[in-house]
């Protein structure tokens, strides 16, 4: 099958959003333009790294002078149907185009360096986002990422956003993550429907 490669320079809405109860959701990136719906499953923890380094992304251009309003208290973003799976995402990179004054994000197809990668080091699959030393610098124009020939044929979502829509998006995102089970007061793992066997209580049910 050919390369896919999706576009929304900007979308119409780009949020993140989740299927399923707490405890057994599934995370997805969702783009829309016009009647295009566009959705890449990934994992909690990658969400959670992509709204922070976005976060951070926008502090650093603030900084720097560029005009970016305040973060408002996000609802919870409800994801367009119908949600059809395009592709697992693997690796998420992020970037500022200077020429074009907009966050770009990219979400590659899951491929098998990223499988070896998770077998070699099941730490690291934590976050398929790269960590700071492999994400762009947070002030840079947008460069070419190289990549082998094998990256060259996975499918590619890339979002170009404003930098308010992209501290939306963040906010949004960060609403998802909190929308799922909330932490036990004791050891701070998520609390299951039924309780859980809490570690601070010797095991006891809480």
């Given amino acids: 099958m050919p390369r896919r490669i999706y576009t929304f320079d900007p979308p119409d809405r780009f949020v993140a959003g989740a299927v399923g109860q707490p405890g057994q959701r599934t995370f997805f990136l969702q783009a829309v333009k016009g009647g295009q719906i566009v959705s890449v499953?990934?994992?909690k923890a990658q969400v959670a790294v992509l709204a922070e380094r976005v976060?951070?992304?926008?502090l650093a251009l603030r900084q720097r002078g560029v005009e970016i309003g305040e973060e408002n208290l996000a609802n919870t973003p409800q994801l367009a149907e119908p949600v059809v799976e395009e592709f697992r995402v693997g690796t998420l990179t992020l970037g500022w185009?200077?020429?074009k004054e907009v966050v770009v994000i990219e979400a590659?197809?899951?491929g098998d360096d990223d499988v070896d990668d998770e077998e070699a080091d099941e730490e690291s699959a934590d976050a398929e986002l790269?960590?700071?030393d492999q994400l762009r610098a947070a002030i840079a124009q947008i460069a070419e990422v190289e990549a082998g020939e094998s990256a060259l044929d996975l499918d590619v979502v890339r979002v170009q956003l404003e930098p308010n829509a992209a501290l939306e998006f963040a906010s949004g995102a960060v609403a998802v993550i909190q929308a799922g089970r909330p932490p036990?007061?004791?050891c701070g793992e998520p609390l299951e429907p039924t309780g859980h066997f809490c570690t601070r209580r010797n095991g006891y049910q809480n």
Wanted: net charge negative; with cysteine.
């Fill in 97 to 99: 185009d200077a020429d």
């Fill in 41 to 43: 499953a990934l994992e």
């Fill in 184 to 186: 036990c007061p004791m």
């Fill in 108 to 110: 590659r197809e899951l």
């Fill in 130 to 132: 790269s960590d700071a």
């Fill in 55 to 58: 976060a951070t992304l926008l």
